[in-house]
């Protein structure tokens, strides 16, 4: 028996319409992705269920898409070149800042950033149907003296081209 009736029925919905089986690893995957805070990689999942479960990641990978596309979970890009996933059940809208030292990520919501970016579509003729907002940085802890001394400049992840051109278009 699920922990989690409501989304387990959502799911087991959604398999049927695209008659897909409801399983027994589509169901432990569930549990552990819906019971994981935070953002999670379709590999620390999978190393999560490999122990309990013998599954392949392939398995792993399109469950969390299925979750996605049923809407109990939303695709995160951290710009590391690898997909995060967080669940959708228990979260509004947020938006993240990321450190490009060690990776920690902040979740916030700041409703003068949703107003101005409202103004700014309509500006140009734009609905908003979704968006991301990542904000890339430095975190207090990274920012000490004795930690940024122990970082060097090749260890500081870089902005995927897209989105710095993004960003160099949003200022016109």
């Known amino acids: ?10 799911f087991k919905k959604y398999l049927s319409k695209k008659n897909l089986r409801w399983t027994a690893q589509r169901e432990g995957l569930l549990d552990v992705f819906l019971d994981r805070p935070g ?11 490999e122990a309990g479960q013998k599954m392949g990641f ?8 299925h979750l996605v596309a049923c809407g ?6 951290m710009g590391d070149s690898r997909l995060y996933f967080e669940n ?17 990520v ?12 409202e103004k700014v579509a309509s500006r140009y003729g ?3 149907t979704q968006h991301r907002l990542l904000l890339y940085g430095v975190c207090p802890k990274c920012q000490s ?10 260890k500081i992840k870089k902005l995927p081209k897209s989105s710095a051109q993004d960003s160099r278009h949003a200022k016109q």
């Open 39 to 49: 953002h999670v990689s379709a590999e620390d999942l999978h190393r999560q269920t």
């Open 72 to 77: 109990l979970a939303r695709e995160v890009d």
């Open 1 to 10: 028996m699920s922990s989690h009736p409501q989304a387990t029925e959502q």
């Open 126 to 128: 734009y609905k908003i």
């Open 145 to 154: 003296p004795n930690i940024t001394k122990s970082f060097s400049r090749a």
């Open 58 to 65: 392939a398995t792993v990978y399109r469950t969390l898409k």
């Open 106 to 117: 902040v979740e916030f919501l700041n409703p003068k950033i949703e107003q101005l970016q």
């Open 88 to 104: 959708t059940g228990e979260k509004t809208h947020h938006d993240h800042l990321l450190c490009v030292h060690c990776g920690s």
